[in-house]
C-alpha cells in the first residue's frame, strides 16, 4: 500500500509556471505507474498526464503536451508535474495516482492510491 500527498500547488498568472510533487510513503515506489489528473468544479477528474515505473515512458493529454513535463525521483519517492505557460483553463484540483501496473492506464478507474489533492489557480 502506498499515501500521497501533493505539494506545491497555488495561486499564479496565465503564463506562469508551478511544479507539483507527490510524496509517496509505503515500500517499493518503483513498483507504481504514477499519474496526475485534475478536476474543475462540476466536471469529471481528467487525466493530465502519466509516467512508467523507471520514468522512461511519459504520457500527456493533448491539453497539456509540450507545457507540462512529468518526473519522478525513485531514491526519493516523489512524482513531479512540472507546468508551464499556464492558462484559466488549467484552473483545478490536481490529483497524484499510483497502481502497480506495467502498462500505465490514463484512466482515473485505473488507478488503486490517491492523494488528497492541490489546488492549482490560474488567474487571467
Known amino acids: 500500500q502506498v499515501q500521497l500527498v501533493e505539494s506545491g500547488g497555488g495561486l499564479v498568472q496565465a503564463g506562469g509556471s508551478l511544479r507539483l510533487s507527490c510524496a509517496a510513503s509505503?515500500?517499493?515506489?518503483?513498483?507504481?505507474?504514477m499519474g496526475w489528473f485534475r478536476q474543475a468544479p462540476g466536471k469529471e477528474r481528467d487525466f493530465v498526464s502519466a509516467?512508467?515505473?523507471?520514468?522512461?515512458?511519459?504520457y500527456y493529454s493533448d491539453s497539456v503536451k509540450g507545457r507540462f513535463t512529468i518526473s519522478r525521483d525513485n531514491a526519493k519517492n516523489t512524482v513531479y508535474l512540472q507546468m508551464k505557460s499556464l492558462k484559466p483553463e488549467d484552473t483545478a484540483v490536481y490529483y497524484c495516482?499510483?497502481?502497480?501496473?506495467?502498462?500505465?492506464?490514463?484512466?482515473?478507474?485505473?488507478?488503486?492510491?490517491w492523494g488528497q489533492g492541490t489546488q492549482v489557480t490560474v488567474s487571467s
Open positions: 495516482a499510483a497502481v502497480v501496473r506495467v502498462v500505465v492506464p490514463t484512466t482515473p478507474g485505473n488507478y488503486d492510491y
Open positions: 509505503g515500500r517499493r515506489f518503483s513498483s507504481y505507474a
Open positions: 509516467i512508467s515505473r523507471t520514468g522512461s515512458n511519459t
